[in-house]
């Protein structure tokens, strides 16, 4: 999520702008149509890798990885999907009725939220993965 956080981020909401009015709802009602199966899929699947690890902090704890980590990234998920459906989400839908500046100059501006949040989850992530392949945390294989 990460890395399709960024592109969204730095080249798809920027370039809403660009669109023109004439055909900007029909725009954002085909970018809503296509970008949630993908985005949604994804949201799910580490939602419940999330709840999976949240499951097995005995285990990565017993090897060496701090219980903070799992705790933190589930933290982090549920602020990017407050986020979303808090702001986003309804952004969104009032880009639909029509390009609205202000509108689309706050769904660039909240959107850093979850572009910050995947990001620090990435990091957490390849840190627990090398801590899980036996890496420098003093626990491991």
């Not at 909401?13 to 949630?36: K, N, Q």
């Not at 704890?61 to 980590?69: K, L, Q």
């Amino acid at each position: 999520m990460a890395g399709v956080i960024w592109i969204i981020q730095v080249v798809h909401y920027p370039l809403f702008g660009m669109v023109g009015a004439d055909g900007f709802a029909a725009y954002e009602r085909s970018h809503a149509s296509r970008i949630t199966p993908v985005v949604g899929t994804a949201m799910l699947i580490e939602a419940a890798c999330t709840g999976l690890l949240l499951l097995a902090m005995g285990e990565l704890a017993a090897r060496g990885i701090p219980r903070w980590v799992p705790v933190a990234g589930a933290v982090l998920l549920a602020a990017i999907w407050l986020s979303t459906f808090a702001m986003q989400v309804p952004l969104h839908g009032q880009l639909a009725q029509g390009f609205d500046e202000a509108a689309h100059a706050a769904l660039v501006r909240s959107n850093w939220i979850r572009t910050i949040g995947w990001s620090l989850r990435a990091a957490l992530a390849a840190w627990l993965l090398v801590a899980w392949m036996g890496g420098s945390t003093g626990g491991g294989r």
